[in-house]
Every structure is written in C-alpha cells, then in structure tokens.
C-alpha cells in the first residue's frame, strides 16, 4: 500500500452556525494539540445569514492554520464539501458537521482506523441524541440502503468520516444528496471501508436542517446510487431484464387473446387487454433498444476516457 501523507485536513460545512463555530474549532485544536499532528481547518460559510462567517474571519485571523470558503447563496452540503475538499491539502481528510454534534474527541480513532490502511472510515452514532421523528427516520433510511444495496453499515448517514486522499480523488458523487451515499459507492468501488461507534451529542445552537423533503431526496438518490453501482459499466442488463420482463407480459397477452379468438371466435369485451399486450411488447423493444445504445455509449467511454480509477498501486 501507498505511504500516506499524514497532513490532516478538516472540513466543515457550515450555515448559520454563529453559536458553534468558535467552540468547534477550539476543541478541534485542542484534540490535534495532544495528538501532536500537523493539520488545517477548511471552514464552509453555505450561505449562511447570521455572524457565522464573522466568526470564522476573527479565528483565521487568530490560526492561520484554518482556511474559510465563503460560497454565494446557499448551494447545499454538497457543493460545500466539494469547495472544501478542493481547498484540502492533507493526505487524511475528515468531514465533520458544525453543530457541535459530532464529538472532536473521536478523530483520533479515525485517523488510527485510516493509518491501519482503510481507505474510508464512517462514524456510527449508536446512541442518537435527536428528536424521535428524526431518529426513526434515519434508522428507517438506514434500513433501507441496506435493503436496496446489500451494503451493511448501520449509519449511511453520518457526516463524521476520514477519507484517504485517493477516495476523494475517484469518487465524483458530489452533487445533490448523493455525498450521503459515498461509502456506499466506495465499498462498491472495492475501497476498504470500516465503521466505527461514535459518540454523538445534542444539538446546543441553531436549529436542524433535516426534514421530510430532505428524506425524500435522500430515498430518490438511493435508487440512483443503487442504479449507478450496479449498472453503469452494464446497463444493457437493467434495460435488457425491464424489456424482457414487458415484452414476455404482452407476448404472453397475445397468445391468450389468440387462443379466445380461435376457440370462441370472438374477442369481444377483450379489446382494453389486447391493446395491453402489444403496448407491453412495444415498451420491451424499446427497453431493449435502449440498453443497447446504453452499451454502446459505456463501451465507447471506457475506451476513451479510461484514467486508471480501478488501479490501487502500481510498482515499477
């Protein structure tokens, strides 16, 4: 495996978080102090409409070690870390949320975990310290991600992860909902990934931005992350199985439709059925012609826009 460049690099979306800013990165120093390792802060104003940019400018002026990105308008957690990771340096990056929520004093079983040669490590919080509505529902996301994509972590959810450089590099799902997702993509993506228990704390300032519109995003990126592992490098099979499936259904329509004609003489009353079937079997060609052209286009960039994503080391 690859020597590790051992910089830690922090980033740490924020919006409206003006009460917890200061605390966030005094106990981040602190941590980092004890453990006596080099590092830097990449904080992310997403738009926010209190101090919390203020704040940040008084601590970079303090730590020249903390860098602030101030985006325009609100453009989500996404592109905020995206921004972030942009910035980042270091050959670890870990991602936390500015709520005070995550505990600092869990980074160093990260970067540990990270040094043990894991290329990505996701935070579970057991024990959630949240209103019940938002506990269920992220239990019941969890639950389903499991479901849907055969990848057993307990908390898909958490925003408390260290990244190997690499992981970040390769994996261009940063968009939307779908950062949520990434350990998923990089279990997928062969990535070794570990989980680890984390202690989690009630929210002091400020107000939660999760909601149900926020859960249902999370549940429509799921099926697309779903689709994207499964049958990106293969989408004629996903398109292939739906026309099989519609074609077969209407084909199997007409034959008893044929067989009332040829045996009564008649299809009356059965003519919504008979319409049903040659539209199944229409929609299954066109299922079908769509995974080929899918196939051809996968083929022709892979061959084209190859960069070596699959590799993990190269001796020479």
Avoid at 243 to 248: M, W
Wanted: net charge positive; glycine share 8%.
């Amino acid at each position: 495996m690859a020597m590790i460049n051992k910089f830690i690099s922090f980033v740490v979306p924020a919006r409206d978080e003006e009460g917890s800013i200061e605390p966030l990165y005094s106990e981040i120093a602190a941590v980092m102090k004890k453990a006596k390792r080099s590092f830097e802060i990449v904080f992310v104003d997403d738009g926010s409409k209190d101090k919390t940019f203020q704040k940040l400018k008084e601590i970079h002026k303090y730590d020249r070690r903390v860098k602030v990105i101030k985006l325009r308008g609100g453009w989500g957690k996404a592109t905020a870390l995206q921004a972030g990771f942009n910035q980042a340096v270091g050959g670890i990056i870990i991602t936390m949320d500015a709520d005070l929520q995550d505990n600092p004093k869990e980074i160093p079983s990260f970067i540990s975990k990270v040094e043990e040669g894991y290329d990505l490590v996701v935070g579970w919080k057991k024990k959630r310290h949240d209103p019940i509505s938002k506990v269920v529902s992220s239990r019941a996301y969890n639950f389903v991600s499991r479901l849907v994509t055969g990848v057993k972590l307990h908390d898909v959810n958490c925003g408390f992860r260290a990244f190997r450089r690499e992981v970040i590099e390769n994996i261009h799902f940063f968009y939307g909902e779908l950062f949520r997702l990434i350990p998923i993509i990089a279990v997928k993506r062969n990535f070794r990934v570990a989980e680890i228990p984390v202690a989690h704390r009630a929210r002091k300032y400020g107000k939660s931005k999760y909601g149900f519109e926020r859960a249902l995003k999370g549940l429509l990126d799921l099926l697309t992350v779903a689709f994207l592992t499964r049958y990106t490098r293969k989408p004629g099979h996903f398109f292939g199985l739906l026309g099989f499936i519609s074609f077969a259904g209407g084909f199997l329509i007409g034959i008893y439709i044929a067989y009332l004609r040829f045996t009564t003489g008649s299809i009356q009353y059965r003519y919504p059925l008979l319409f049903l079937g040659v539209l199944l079997m229409i929609m299954g060609v066109q299922f079908v012609s769509t995974g080929l052209l899918a196939e051809m286009i996968t083929s022709f960039n892979q061959k084209e826009n190859f960069e070596g994503d699959y590799i993990s080391e190269v001796l020479d």
